[in-house]
T-cell receptor
Framework: GENVEQHPSTLSVQEGDSAVIKCTYS??????FPWYKQELGKGPQLIIDIRSNVGEKKDQRIAVTLNKTAKHFSLHITETQPEDSAVYFCAPTDGDYKLSFGAGTTVTVRA | DTAVSQTPKYLVTQMGNDKSIKCEQNLGHDTMYWYKQDSKKFLKIMFS???????INETVPNRFSPKSPDKAHLNLHINSLELGDSAVYFCASSRATENQPQHFGDGTRLSIL
């Protein structure tokens, strides 16, 4: 099965600063790399994803970069805002419908 | 207009009881899932159904039985509840093709007394 490690487990940033979360996976067959955001009392919601034929994808203040050779991908959030405070999960998969979630990163944006 | 809805939101019950959680999606998806999130926020898939057929069945005690009456519904029945079953259970759905985003409900918090 897929082994997924996510770092850091907690991240505190000043509002306006950037945040970066890294996800390392073990299965070289993984070809889909989503990031989910979970707010308190809610279910995880997809915020950005990338497929294995692309190295980087950006959507406004968030971006994902993929290094397939090194088997890791990262979430980048720029100009952080209080509403970015949440738990973020990476969930790589090799296309068998089974998302392998990382342990999560709790992000706190300080005003 | 909720996309994936679960009921109940909270479930408090005694050890040994049997309970059910219901899930419905109005996104027209063919694939539905049940996940368990423990107290440390770790999310693990339990089951997945594709068009009413079971396609994923992780190592879950057979006290847990999913039922899909149609492709818009996936219910979870749990027999003989144990203390270790306390968790948040999430239902999700997606399109049936590979590598599609999964849409999650807001969870059912199950507490066993």
């Amino acid at each position: 099965g897929e082994n997924v490690e996510q770092h850091p487990s907690t991240l505190s940033v000043q509002e306006g600063d950037s945040a970066v979360i890294k996800c390392t996976y073990s299965d070289s067959a993984s070809n889909y790399f989503p990031w989910y955001k979970q707010e308190l009392g809610k279910g995880p919601q997809l915020i950005i994803d990338i497929r294995s034929n692309v190295g980087e994808k950006k959507d406004q203040r968030i971006a994902v970069t993929l290094n397939k050779t090194a088997k890791h991908f990262s979430l980048h959030i720029t100009e952080t805002q209080p509403e970015d405070s949440a738990v973020y999960f990476c969930a790589p998969t090799d296309g068998d419908y089974k998302l392998s979630f990382g342990a999560g990163t709790t992000v706190t944006v300080r005003a | 207009d909720t996309a994936v809805s679960q009921t109940p939101k909270y479930l408090v019950t005694q050890m040994g009881n049997d309970k059910s959680i219901k899930c419905e999606q109005n996104l027209g998806h063919d694939t539905m899932y049940w996940y368990k999130q423990d107290s440390k926020k770790f999310l693990k898939i339990m089951f997945s159904y594709n068009n009413k057929e079971l396609i994923i069945n992780e190592t879950v005690p057979n006290r847990f039985s999913p039922k899909s009456p149609d492709k818009a519904h996936l219910n979870l029945h749990i027999n003989s509840l144990e203390l270790g079953d306390s968790a948040v259970y999430f239902c999700a759905s997606s399109r049936a093709t590979e590598n599609q985003p999964q849409h999650f409900g807001d969870g059912t918090r199950l507490s066993i007394l």
